[in-house]
């Protein structure tokens, strides 16, 4: 946001990077694993854009401090090694929330249904979901903070983020806790993406896997 030159491009295995609008490209993936590295998401700290967080269906998560340079591993001790979505607090970057997946070979999952970090990411705790079984893994389809409603956290459980579901995950205490809710019908909703509309306080547009949009005026409740 502070450099429209600098762009970011996840790829099957890594993270390329341009520093002239995407005029070119070049490897920013110092530190990955190179080996069946399958990279999910990436979060920008909007305070210190040089700080990144990227999770992996394969390894885990890994942080950057020098804008791609340099990788390290994060919450290894915590974390699952299959990942889905990563979102940073825009009001508090020292909150980082990051959604499991179930691990591919179909074998039983047995962590927490997300993680949260109140220290940039250096440690994860985990975090229940209301309603939801233990054991689920949430694999969000999409995972945000809100800019403008401090505490505000919108989630979509999915099967990974090309599978959209229908149940939203949604967190007022900026993702400590969080509850179900389903704000439409079932055969309809199948949400795949979601974006706080920029100026609009509470309001949420929702993109629909079969090329509509459902509207939220209040945070995502309905």
Not at 16 to 44: C, H, Q, Y
Not at 57 to 84: E, M, Q, V
Not at 115 to 132: E, I, K, M, N, Q
Request: glycine fraction near 10%; proline fraction near 9%; charged fraction near 10%.
């Amino acid at each position: 946001p502070a450099n429209v030159d600098v762009v970011y491009l996840l790829t099957d295995s890594g993270v390329m990077k341009s520093i002239n609008g995407g005029g070119s490209f070049a490897p920013a993936s110092s530190g990955l694993p190179t080996l069946n590295f399958f990279v999910r998401d990436l979060a920008m700290d909007p305070s210190t854009p040089d700080t990144l967080i990227l999770t992996s269906a394969s390894h885990g998560a890994f942080r950057t401090t020098d804008g791609g340079s340099n990788w390290a591993a994060i919450g290894t001790a915590t974390l699952p090694t299959y990942l889905s979505q990563v979102a940073i607090d825009p009001g508090n970057p020292s909150r980082v929330l990051i959604s499991p997946c179930a691990p591919d070979d179909g074998s039983p999952y047995a962590g927490a249904h997300l993680y949260r970090s109140t220290d940039g990411g250096t440690s994860f705790s985990p975090v229940t979901v209301t309603a939801l079984a233990p054991g689920a893994a949430t694999c969000t389809a999409a995972l945000a903070f809100s800019p403008t409603s401090a505490g505000v956290v919108l989630g979509v459980q999915g099967f990974g983020p090309l599978q959209p579901f229908n149940q939203v995950l949604r967190s007022s205490d900026s993702g400590a806790t969080f509850t179900v809710i389903n704000p439409g019908p079932a055969s309809t909703l199948l949400i795949s993406s979601f974006n706080f509309v920029a100026g609009a306080p509470n309001e949420v547009l929702a993109a629909n896997a079969r090329g509509t949009y459902r509207r939220s005026i209040d945070d995502g409740l309905t």
